[in-house]
């Protein structure tokens, strides 16, 4: 089967008492058993709804694994894969996730005693030199928020392998339809389901794709014992999203490309990250490894001034100022105040997150639209 079709119909069965092909929105926390511990498979909401296990078994099949386990927030499905880990443990992250993941390693998780070494995960032989007897663990993210760097995720693979490390991959700004993880010899494929998956900015999830059986039990275990899990509402909301994901995402290829294009030959504009453009650091092993370059662009106004990029943020009327990505509508951020303020100004500028850089989540609108927008934007800059 091939993607869109998967992505209406892998793991969705319309409902067997009545018919209904849209899945139901299971609203229960409990279900009858009929003996003691004889069930229909489902016995209390936190460990398993029925309504999730669809949308659990559509993004298993989505990301070509065996299965899938869905949380109440993208932080929720991290939180879940460091839980595998133990006081000693260390692992080896790139110097530029998303914001609320170094949060959480660095303000939870270090004062438990694990380890993280941020560091440049886009050469890949950069990884072996910070690996010990500890490591259990490569955290990465491809492409990275907000400068969309590209983690070669087979040669990073082929690194996890050799050391027995578990690798997981960030895959919520490609998503499932532009790049699959599993399929390059990732372990656990991270997803906020917030973003593309949901794609209508109205629901916060998380999901984690697994392959291996035993993974998948640990991290279940870790869901069910540790409760963050999603509801029955949200679950459907999702379910409902993803059915046009395909559609989507092309629209947000199609549209970025058209944004990037005209951003980079404009004389206001500093840089432009977009790993599409044949120059961009990681371009080819973007090609490589996946199917589009994605609705994600930033950009540096020149100068890098942070009352221009004020400006400019505030000027846009159908991009909108927000936090998040992956919504039809567009979307314009910046990073160094907004979604990256938890990381220490240093730190975010080593990897590139200035005072002067903007990032878009380019929607679905009319390409005529946006570009004029950002056009009459930048003339007040
Ligand atoms: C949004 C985001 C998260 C966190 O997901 P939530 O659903 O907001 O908890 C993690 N990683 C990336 C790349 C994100 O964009």
Redesign the pocket.
């Known amino acids: 089967m091939k993607f869109g079709t998967k992505a209406l119909h892998a793991g969705i069965e319309p409902d067997p008492t009545t018919g209904a092909i849209m899945t139901p929105i299971f609203q229960t926390s409990t279900f009858v058993q009929e003996y003691p511990g004889k069930h229909k498979g489902y016995a209390y909401a936190r460990g398993k709804n029925p309504t999730r296990t669809q949308l659990e078994n559509n993004l298993a099949a989505l990301e070509n694994g065996n299965n899938a386990l869905c949380f109440s927030?993208?932080?929720g499905a991290?939180d879940a894969v460091i839980k595998l880990l133990k006081p000693g443990d260390e692992v080896i992250t790139g110097n530029d996730i998303?914001g609320?993941?170094y949060r959480m390693f660095s303000k939870i998780y270090e004062p438990f005693g694990i380890k993280f070494h941020y560091i440049d995960l886009y050469d890949a032989s950069n990884i072996e030199k910070y690996i010990n007897s500890n490591t259990k663990l490569i955290w990465a993210?491809t492409p990275t928020?907000p400068t969309l760097k590209i983690v070669d995720i087979a040669a990073a693979s082929a690194i996890a392998k050799k050391h027995n490390l578990i690798l997981a991959i960030?895959n919520?700004?490609a998503s499932p339809y532009l790049q699959n993880p599993l399929d390059l010899g990732a372990d656990i494929v991270m997803h906020?389901a917030?973003?593309y998956l949901g794609g209508h900015s109205d629901v916060?999830?998380?999901a984690l794709v697994t392959k291996d059986q035993t993974l998948h039990e640990r991290l279940a275990f870790i869901l069910n014992s540790c409760g963050a899990n999603p509801g029955p509402m949200d679950s459907f909301l999702v379910i409902r999203g993803i059915k046009t994901l395909h559609l989507r995402m092309k629209a947000h290829c199609e549209n970025g490309k058209q944004v990037a294009h005209y951003l980079r030959n404009h004389p206001k504009i500093g840089k432009v990250y977009w790993p599409g453009f044949e120059d961009a650091a990681g371009h080819e092993i973007a090609k490589k490894q996946m199917r589009g370059f994605g609705g994600m662009v930033s950009f540096t106004l020149k100068g890098d001034d942070f009352e221009a990029a004020m400006r400019f943020a505030t000027s846009v009327e159908i991009f909108t100022l927000a936090e998040?990505?992956g919504g039809v509508e567009s979307l314009v951020n910046h990073p160094a105040s907004m979604t990256h303020a938890s990381i220490p100004k240093e730190e975010r500028e080593k990897a590139g997150v200035v005072d002067g850089l903007l990032r878009l989540s380019v929607g679905v609108e009319d390409i005529e639209d946006l570009i004029a927008d950002i056009e009459s934007a930048l003339s007040k800059v």
Do not use: A, I, R, W
């Open positions: 927030s993208g932080m991290v998303y609320g993941s993210e928020n960030d919520t700004f906020s917030t973003k916060v999830m998380g998040s990505l």
